[in-house]
Antibody, heavy 120, light 106 residues
Framework: QVQLQESGPGLVKPSETLSLTCTVS????????WNWIRQPPGKGLEWIGY???????DYNPSLKSRVTISVDTSKTQFSLKLTSVSAADTAVYYC??????????????WGQGTLVTVSS | EIVLTQSPATLSLSPGERATLSCRAS??????LAWYQQRPGQAPRLLMY???TRATGTPARFSGSGSGTDFTLTIHSLEPEDFVLYYC?????????FGGGTKVEI
């Protein structure tokens, strides 16, 4: 069974770049969609973007100019970079995939989430 | 972007009662709607996909219905562990979007 684990700094300064990694264990990254989703404290969920097994990426238009998602299949990891962060980017960041259900973009496998705070 | 509106924001019920949660889409999404449950401090858990298909491990007391723009998640007899947050999510159109959530409270 695929498992996901986020890692990265918990504190980022305003205007800097947020960088997170999601490590995939228990399965291959050769299929499915590999996503980042975030949740500001006390608020709802926001889809950030995905990387697919075909090599395609797509991002939420609200973040597109600042987001890059990349994959290192040799390390079974995928990463999120978000540039020029502000306090509005403070959130719990989750990596998620549909690798369990096989239903595209029905996320049945999630990491535990990592809180990233943007503050000087 | 498709906007998903969940209602009510908060649902106050007692164990054993039936809960009816609504999710309305700003345009038709066929049946491409999923429901998630989120406990405090935890990641969301997939309950239902394609409007009415229970995900692996979802108890039978949960059922989903709807198509087009109007969807419902029903919890037929609330258990104590069901008093948490629920989100809907559409996978019909990019960008993927989530509803604002419904909190089921005692």
């Amino acid at each position: 069974q695929v498992q996901l684990q986020e890692s990265g700094p918990g504190l980022v300064k305003p205007s800097e770049t947020l960088s997170l990694t999601c490590t995939v264990s228990g399965g291959s990254m050769n299929s499915y969609y590999w996503n980042w989703i975030r949740q500001p404290p006390g608020k709802g969920l926001e889809w950030i973007g995905y990387f697919s097994d075909s090599g395609r990426t797509d991002y939420n238009p609200s973040l597109k100019s600042r987001v890059t998602i990349s994959v290192d299949t040799s390390k079974t990891q995928f990463s999120l970079k978000l540039t020029s962060v502000s306090a509005a980017d403070t959130a719990v960041y989750y990596c998620a995939t549909d690798a369990g259900s096989g239903i595209p973009n029905a996320f049945d496998i999630w990491g535990q989430g990592t809180l990233v705070t943007v503050s000087s | 972007e498709i906007v998903l509106t969940q209602s009510p924001a908060t649902l106050s019920l007692s164990p054993g009662e039936r809960a009816t949660l609504s999710c309305r889409a700003s345009q038709s999404i066929s049946r491409y709607l999923a429901w998630y449950q989120q406990r405090p401090g935890q990641a969301p858990r997939l309950l239902m996909y394609d409007a009415s298909t229970r995900a692996t491990g979802t108890p039978a007391r949960f059922s989903g219905s709807g198509s087009g723009t109007d969807f419902t998640l029903t919890i037929h007899s609330l258990e104590p562990e069901d008093f948490v947050l629920y989100y809907c999510q559409q996978r019909s159109v990019w960008p993927l979007t989530f509803g604002g959530g419904t909190k089921v409270e005692i």
